[in-house]
């Protein structure tokens, strides 16, 4: 975790219900672009770190035998349980409150454990030797990430694009030019370097895996609305009794963006990079690149 912030469960509060439905969703064919890579075959178990509402959880399920997901928020574990249940696969799922630095020693070990955008938020070194002694032979770690060097081309949109500067300004005159993380602040945002955390934990790799992004997504304002909430840097609390003005203000600007109360956008790539536990007592060897 970034130095000098500490983790508190308010990080994520009130976030859950617009989670989904906020953030760019993954490349499509991430799930299958992870099996064929990983060689899934329908058994084995999947670790899902700081799994949120599930987003990669529930579609990774049919590739399992079980899936465990583990989140430290209440309403994130909530609604994963209520989307693998419309997903129909709640029959082979198990969903954990717990912090990623207290994930239970009853959980047993696993073929396959992944960080989505989550690793972050932990205590890096002490997750990851964690997370490595649960691993089975043979198994791996994946940490799976937006591809932040591509920038979709814009051209060709029916609706205008989101104004995300000037939401983002927006938000900064009601809580401060600083990144709110929780009860504290990120003023260099969030850190960086799993390549080297994962090579000090004896893992070795990383295979880079890269799915194509770039498909036309139309946004409604509701649905730029719920982005603001689903981020931990505007979490619904933040804003206290400023909320509702806030918002008003949010959908005021939105509506001045388009007319329609539509926007366009192109689909993120998303890269997951593929690490494999090393012999014990030996040091992983971090391969050249790996980090951001």
């Known amino acids: 975790m970034a130095a000098g912030w500490e983790w508190d469960d308010t990080l994520y509060l009130g976030s859950a ?47 399992f035998a079980e899936v465990v ?14 989307r693998a249940a419309e997903a129909g ?34 205590d890096r070194d002490l997750v990851a030797a964690r997370v490595r002694g649960m691993l089975l032979p043979g198994g791996a770690l994946v940490h799976v990430s937006d591809l932040k060097t591509e920038t979709p081309a814009p051209g060709g949109l029916a609706h205008p694009a989101v104004p995300y500067a000037e939401v983002r300004a927006l938000v900064g005159r009601y809580l401060g030019p600083v ?30 895996h890269v799915v194509p992004g770039g498909q036309a997504l139309e ?38 963006a388009s007319a329609s109360g539509r926007f366009s956008e192109r689909g993120p790539g998303t890269e997951f990079f593929v690490w494999r536990p090393g012999p014990r007592g030996g040091e992983g060897q971090e391969a050249p690149g790996a980090g951001r």
């Open 69 to 82: 997901g583990v989140d430290a928020d209440e309403g994130m574990i909530g609604e994963a349980r209520r």
């Open 17 to 63: 219900p617009y989670y989904a439905r906020g953030r760019l969703p993954y490349a499509p064919g991430l799930a299958e672009a992870l099996a064929a890579a990983l060689g899934l075959d329908g058994r084995g178990r999947l670790l899902d770190v700081g799994c949120g509402p599930g987003i990669l959880t529930v579609p990774l399920a049919p590739h």
């Open 179 to 208: 990144r709110r993380a929780g009860r504290g602040l990120l003023p260099e945002g969030t850190p960086g370097g799993e390549a080297g955390i994962l090579a000090r934990a004896g893992f070795l790799g990383p295979e880079r």
């Open 89 to 122: 696969v709640a029959a082979k799922a198990r969903w954990v409150r717990a912090r990623a630095e207290e994930l239970p020693p009853g959980l047993g070990r696993f073929t396959v454990a992944v960080f989505a955008q989550s690793f972050h938020w932990m």
């Open 219 to 256: 946004r409604t304002v509701d649905d730029v609305v719920a982005w603001v909430y689903s981020l931990s840097s505007s979490a619904p609390h933040l804003f206290g009794d400023r909320r509702d003005a806030f918002e008003s203000e949010l959908r005021r600007l939105l509506a001045g």
